[in-house]
């Protein structure tokens, strides 16, 4: 077998097995986000990512939470503002 098609597969069965996992580590948070080793890292310690340190030395994050925080601040489309405006004035009709 062709070791790039090897490499590959490997790699799909890594990113395979991260999704069914709830905590994550560091490098595992690094993979699933794509934000890089010395951000994550700026991150953790400024707190502005939710973490958790239960030996004080290992890093750990449950998916959930960093789903959440990854999808905060979002912004509606065009389409979602009309049809927010559209229900706005038919509720408020005099």
């Known amino acids: 077998m062709d070791t790039i ?3 590959e ?3 799909r069965l890594e990113r395979l097995l991260t999704a069914n996992k709830e905590v ?3 490098e595992e948070t690094c993979d699933y986000t794509g934000i890089s080793r010395s951000y994550l890292y700026k991150l ?3 707190g ?3 973490h958790s340190k239960p030996n004080g030395k290992m890093i750990f994050f449950e998916k959930r939470k960093l789903n959440d925080w990854l999808l905060q601040n979002s912004r509606k489309s065009h389409a979602e503002i009309s049809d927010d ?3 706005y004035t038919f509720k408020n009709r005099r």
Do not use: H, K
């Open 5 to 7: 098609l090897i490499f």
């Open 9 to 11: 597969r490997l790699d």
């Open 24 to 26: 994550l580590t560091f």
């Open 44 to 46: 953790t310690a400024s």
């Open 48 to 50: 502005n990512i939710p």
């Open 85 to 87: 405006a559209l229900e």
